[in-house]
Every structure is written in C-alpha cells, then in structure tokens.
T-cell receptor, first 110, second 112 residues
C-alpha cells in the first residue's frame, strides 16, 4: 500500500462545475497536508495547505481534512479550463519527510 | 532575479558515468529538497537538508549523494548512473520543514 494514494484519473468536469479531488494517507502521525498543482511540463506549485480537521477555504478552493479517516480532499468550485492540470496531494510526517501521491489529472471542458 | 534554479535543464549520459545536478536558491531558505518524478510514482523524496552541512535521506536515496556546504546550493550527484535513474529531478526549498516548498524548473535526465 502506498503511503499517499490518489485516483490517477483523468477526472473530467464541465466548465463551471465543482471538481472533487481525493487523497488518503497511511501514516496516522502525519501533521501537515498540502495540495500542489502541476501543469504539464512544469514544476509543482502550492494551492493550499491544511493542518487541522475541517475545512479551509481560499477563493474557489476548499481543502477538507479528516484525520480520523486519514482523508484529505480538494474541492474546486466554478472550475475553469485553466484549472486543467495534475493535482498532487502531499503529506508531511513528523520527521519532515514529505510524501506525495502520484497525482490526479483534471480536465475542465469548456 | 530571486528564485530557485536548476542546471542543467536537460542531460543525457551513459550508464556508469558520474552526473551532478545543481540547485541554487536566492531566498536563504533553510530547507532544501531533491525529488525525482516518474510516471505512476509521483514525486519521491531523495534527500533533504535542514541547513548547511545537515542532510538526511528521503524515500529513495540509494545511488545518490548530496552535499550542502553553502545555504544556497544543494547539488545532487549520481556517482554511477543507471538506466533506472532516468527521470525528471526537482529541487525545492522552504523556510521550514512544514512550510510551503518552492520548486525549481526541473532537470530531465536520461541515462542510456
């Protein structure tokens, strides 16, 4: 079992819809959770981070964390074609070791 | 301009050769990281450094060597390259271990 699991997709949503990206992790001691966006051929860039259970909203993006279920998700409201990218879930454990999921490829169709 | 740079951007080498990938950041970030990205595996941490002269192994350190004599530089050396080390390598830096990591543009390495 991988430490951080994501559905590889592709996930396809129409423009204006809500895109829901999910991630599960195996290390119960994990402290910090990150979502990165990576356009094809480019480097990852941070979208959001979350440390506490619950929801965290930033513009069109909402990160949700449930430590009991070892589950973190990213919701993108009013999806735009420019949101088409691969989304990487990253989990940091106690020794600063960051583990990334393989990523979910999102396509937003106009 | 301030930022994080990697060189070379593309490298082709042969099995058994030594290769060094360079990473330089101008933010004076304490932490620096090396990842490799392969299809189906996502980003995997090779080594990281919390400060100059402090380095630690990540998930996949075998076959790689790092050093950090200066805060701004974090070179990654493949002492004897193998085909399985063909990958895209990303360097990243961060203020702290649990803060946002800023990634360099990547180096695409091909080992023939």
């Amino acid at each position: 079992q991988k430490e951080v699991e994501q559905n590889s997709g592709p996930l396809s949503v129409p423009e204006g819809a809500i895109a829901s990206l999910n991630c599960t992790y195996s290390d119960r001691g994990s402290q910090s959770f990150f979502w990165y966006r990576q356009y094809s051929g480019k480097s990852p860039e941070l979208i959001m981070f979350i440390y506490s259970n619950g929801d965290k909203e930033d513009g069109r993006f909402t990160a949700q964390l449930n430590k009991a279920s070892q589950y973190v998700s990213l919701l993108i409201r009013d999806s735009q074609p420019s949101d088409s990218a691969t989304y990487l879930c990253a989990v940091r454990n106690n020794n600063n070791d960051m583990r990334f999921g393989a990523g979910t490829r999102l396509t937003v169709k106009p | 301009d301030a930022g994080i740079t990697q060189s070379p951007r593309y490298k082709i080498t042969e099995t058994g050769r030594q290769v060094t990938l360079m990473c330089h950041q101008t933010w004076s970030h304490s932490y620096m990281f090396w990842y490799r990205q392969d299809l189906g595996h996502g980003l995997r941490l090779i080594y990281y450094s919390a400060a100059a002269d402090i380095t630690d192994k990540g998930e996949v350190p075998d076959g790689y060597v790092v050093s950090r004599s200066k805060t701004e530089n974090f070179p990654l050396t493949l002492e004897s390259a193998t085909r399985s080390q063909t990958s895209v390598y990303f360097c990243a830096s961060a203020v702290a271990g649990d803060s946002e990591q800023f990634f360099g543009p990547g180096t695409r390495l091909t080992v023939l």
